[in-house]
């Protein structure tokens, strides 16, 4: 990977994304890849700062991939797209620094800290069950919901319905540019997308010499919303699948932590011995309550 070409930042501002690490994981990564696969894609801070020749990518949540699928669609459209992303602005009325729809200097004075949400909360609310009544739902919508959202998360209740907060946040110069820099990738490159469980996905790949596979699953031990529909028994499933990958010959690299907060993932420490174990300095920040923790961050690969 050449070094000095800029980052790219994922247009899902995924929480507990690569961004932040992914100059120093890369340089840990193969220099020739032919297909990159990733099993646990999420907004995809990864595949967008490696070369390869294709890339098949996955993630159980199917509304990350659906939206993954939607913009990648939209690629051809760039123009079209952000014109209807203006109109949508303005008429919920939401704050977009990028149109000049910017919050009212009275209402920055009131809420010095908290403008944004303040100023989009009405706007997102309707924008929102809008979004929830509608019969066909429209994944731009979906994408503006997550942008303006709290946490820039994705999270739907029992009933389909989207159920996230406005977040105190813009849509800002960096949004347009993460939009643009992904559409760049998905107009140039060969991509495909799945919303399978990580195993069925891995097991089913038909893979080739020079293939890669990039893995970064919700960590056992940290707490994170996807973190939920985590365990130690997945966790187990994945060692042996990575170990079966790496009787096939095929390359892997697995991001994980092996200590966080006093607590340590044992299984993890013992299995990584075999493989080559690279400490990541990490800036990993709570979810919970935004505080930095202890923890240690780890690359594991087979090559
Ligand atoms: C740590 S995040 C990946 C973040 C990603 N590297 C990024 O930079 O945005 C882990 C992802 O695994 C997905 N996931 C959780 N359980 C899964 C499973 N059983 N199979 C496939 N994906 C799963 C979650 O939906 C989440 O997106």
Redesign the pocket.
């Known amino acids: 990977m050449n070094p000095d070409v800029r980052l790219k930042r994922?247009p899902f501002f995924?929480v507990?994304?690569?961004f932040k690490l992914i100059a120093e994981i890369r340089k840990h990564f193969p220099e020739k890849i032919n297909t990159f696969v990733e099993?646990?894609?999420?907004?995809?801070?990864?595949f967008l700062n490696v070369d390869a020749k294709h890339y098949v990518l996955?993630?159980?949540?199917e509304n990350?991939i659906a939206l993954h699928k939607f913009l990648t669609s939209q690629a051809s459209k760039e123009k079209a797209l952000v014109t209807r992303i203006k109109d949508l602005v303005e008429q919920y009325n939401l704050s977009c620094s990028v149109f000049e729809n910017v919050v009212p200097i009275e209402l920055k004075k009131k809420w010095p800290k908290t403008y944004y949400a303040e100023f989009n909360r009405k706007g997102y609310g309707l924008l929102k069950s809008d979004y929830n009544t509608s019969k066909k739902k429209d994944l731009l919508v979906l994408f503006l919901l997550l942008i303006y959202g709290f946490n820039r998360m994705l999270r739907f209740n029992r009933k389909g319905e989207f159920n996230i907060p406005v977040g105190n946040v813009d849509f800002n110069q960096n949004v347009l540019k993460a939009l643009q820099d992904y559409f760049v990738t998905a107009r140039e490159k060969e991509v495909s997308f799945s919303a399978q469980?990580?195993k069925k996905f891995l097991t089913s790949q038909k893979f080739s010499k020079n293939d890669f596979v990039y893995v970064?699953?919700?960590y056992l031990i940290s707490a994170s919303e996807?973190n939920k529909?985590?365990n130690e028994e997945?966790d187990g499933e994945l060692m042996q699948i990575l170990d079966r990958l790496n009787d096939k010959g095929i390359r892997f690299a697995l991001s994980n932590i092996s200590a966080y907060n006093g607590r340590k993932n044992e299984k993890l420490i013992s299995w990584m011995k075999k493989y080559n174990v690279y400490p990541i300095k990490s800036n990993y920040i709570s979810y919970h309550n935004n505080t930095k923790k202890e923890i240690t961050e780890v690359l594991i690969t087979n090559y």
């Open positions: 994922s995924y507990g994304d690569k099993p646990f894609l999420g907004g995809g801070s990864v996955n993630d159980i949540d990350v469980d990580f970064d699953p919700p996807y529909l985590w997945l």
